[in-house]
């Protein structure tokens, strides 16, 4: 009887283990996934927040190895970028400098990219969020 009692308290220690070993394994995919899900991808923007405002026409974003590039309707846009978790930073690096019709909205982008503190992704959605609202929305092309 004490053998059965000991067989199984053993294998259901080694079950709880490799579930547990899984578990740990799940996570780290999850976040290589996640930081793969964000890198890699060009984000065409699509709102600011959740308002129906018209935006830039050809905006987007693109993170790849710590820098980012983009469009913001009408100029070049791009910088370096730290990931930490969610928490995300972008240093402005550079801008075009060319006049277009629509500059104004472009230039609420540029301001709303340099409040940008974090992220999330949602399925082919990108969120940049500043002070916990959402600033711009981006799906992936």
């Not at 070049?76 to 978790?85: A, F, I, R, S, W």
């Not at 399925?123 to 992936?140: I, P």
């Amino acid at each position: 009887m004490y053998k059965n009692l000991l067989l199984a308290t053993a294998i259901s220690m080694m079950l709880l283990g490799c579930a547990t070993a899984n578990q740990s394994t799940a996570s780290e995919v999850t976040k290589e996934q996640h930081l793969k899900g964000i890198e890699g991808t060009t984000w065409k923007l699509v709102s600011f927040g959740l308002t129906r405002m018209a935006v830039p026409k050809g905006a987007s974003i693109r993170f790849e190895a710590g820098q980012y590039s983009g469009h913001g309707g009408c100029n070049g846009v791009g910088g370096d970028y730290t990931l930490e978790g969610e928490k995300i930073k972008l240093s402005a690096g550079f801008s075009t400098m060319m006049a277009c019709p629509e500059l104004d909205l472009e230039h609420k982008y540029m301001k709303a990219l340099n409040e940008v503190d974090s992220y999330k992704i949602k399925g082919d959605l990108l969120d940049l969020e500043g002070n916990g609202r959402l600033l711009l929305r981006f799906k992936a092309e």
